[in-house]
């Protein structure tokens, strides 16, 4: 009887284990640094430049036939409130900057 429980008791467990690891944070892309956003100058800042800033870009793209990078950072939880953080960069066929977006519901970044 009692060598019977064993595959219960440790089956409890493991749902416990994966229940609990359920619960807890999720982060898709990686930090940057979002101090450095003003440093971006329309028209002059160019890609070369934007990489030394924020590093490689988490991801990249085409918008209306130009190359855009992305950093982001999202941080999702089962139990707490979700952050995320993204900045996009749109260049030019030179490399210049022509427009960037920066969006983000983490407190800190409100107050800049």
């Not at 064993?6 to 990686?30: D, N």
């Not at 430049?49 to 992305?70: H, L, N």
């Not at 939880?77 to 022509?98: A, N, Q």
């Amino acid at each position: 009887m009692i060598k019977n429980r064993k595959p219960a008791v440790f089956a409890i467990l493991i749902v416990l284990l994966l229940s609990i690891t359920a619960a807890g944070c999720l982060t898709v892309g990686h930090e940057f640094r979002v101090d450095a956003v003003s440093r971006i100058r329309i028209g002059e800042t160019t890609r070369l430049q934007i990489g030394d800033i924020f590093g490689p870009p988490w991801r990249t793209g085409i918008e209306d036939g130009k190359t855009t990078w992305t950093y982001a950072h999202y941080r999702y939880s089962m139990l707490g409130e979700s952050m995320t953080r993204d900045l996009v960069i749109r260049f030019d066929d030179h490399g210049v900057v022509t427009s960037y977006t920066f969006n983000s519901s983490y407190p800190e970044d409100q107050r800049r």
